[in-house]
């Protein structure tokens, strides 16, 4: 079993060909081709993790759509005063599906 540890949107993932992420919003319309900067590389018994040799792999994804995720509440209050203050987020995200590791 291929699969690779990609830095993607502020995190670490672990992808195979095929598989579909969520991360951060990419700029880019939906069927563009992204390349995804490989941490690690375990190709069945083979680890990879020289940063020479990483260089030489590409980790391709297509992107598939942008979505909000959940809103998260923000809540402050103080006691006794009077403050209360409310606030909402939902952050920007672009699901990606891998297509080739090579």
């Known amino acids: 079993m291929v699969y690779a540890i990609v830095r ?5 993932e672990k992808v195979s060909v095929g598989d579909t992420i969520v991360i951060n919003r990419v700029a880019g319309e939906a069927g563009d081709s992204i390349d995804l900067a490989p941490v690690l590389l375990v190709d ?39 403050y209360k203050k409310r606030q909402g987020h939902r952050q920007e995200l672009t699901r990606l599906k891998i297509t080739g590791i090579a």
Do not use: F, P
Not at 8 to 12: L, M
Not at 56 to 80: H, M
């Open 8 to 12: 993607a949107g502020g995190r670490q």
């Open 44 to 82: 069945g018994d083979t680890v990879t993790s020289a940063q020479a040799e990483l260089a030489k792999v590409k980790v391709s994804a297509e992107k598939v759509e942008d979505l909000r995720g959940d809103k998260i509440r923000i809540l402050r209050y103080k006691n006794k005063t009077g």
